[in-house]
């Protein structure tokens, strides 16, 4: 009977090390997923940043050349195809950041 005990016991601790050990690792897993994801995420937002000021500035230049006496096409074809009239004109709506409030 005392051998049954004892390895039963046995059996339980040796089950409850590979549980512990097994959440160990999905936990060390996790953690590193979390770091990629915040990395990802870092450079995600700086990346927008960037853009969102790059279009804001293009935006200014496209104002300036309408000030100036240009179509939105003429714009676009002093820019030789680099952009559409669309996309003009979405950047050239964009508030600039000296102006938002």
């Known amino acids: 009977m005392a051998d049954t005990k ?3 016991q046995s059996i339980r601790r040796a089950a409850r090390q590979a549980a512990v050990a097994a959440q160990a690792k ?3 897993q996790a953690a590193e997923r979390d770091k990629r994801l915040d990395a990802a995420a870092l450079t995600l937002i700086v990346a ?3 853009r969102d000021a790059l279009e804001r500035q293009a935006g200014t230049a496209i104002r300036a ?3 100036d006496g240009l ?3 003429d714009v676009v074809s002093w820019l030789d195809g680099e952009t559409t009239v669309k996309e003009a004109t ?3 709506d964009l508030v600039p950041e000296e102006d938002r409030s």
């Open 26 to 28: 999905r936990r060390a």
């Open 48 to 50: 927008l940043r960037e």
């Open 90 to 92: 979405r950047l050239a």
């Open 6 to 8: 004892t390895s039963a």
């Open 65 to 67: 050349m309408l000030t």
């Open 71 to 73: 179509s939105l096409a």
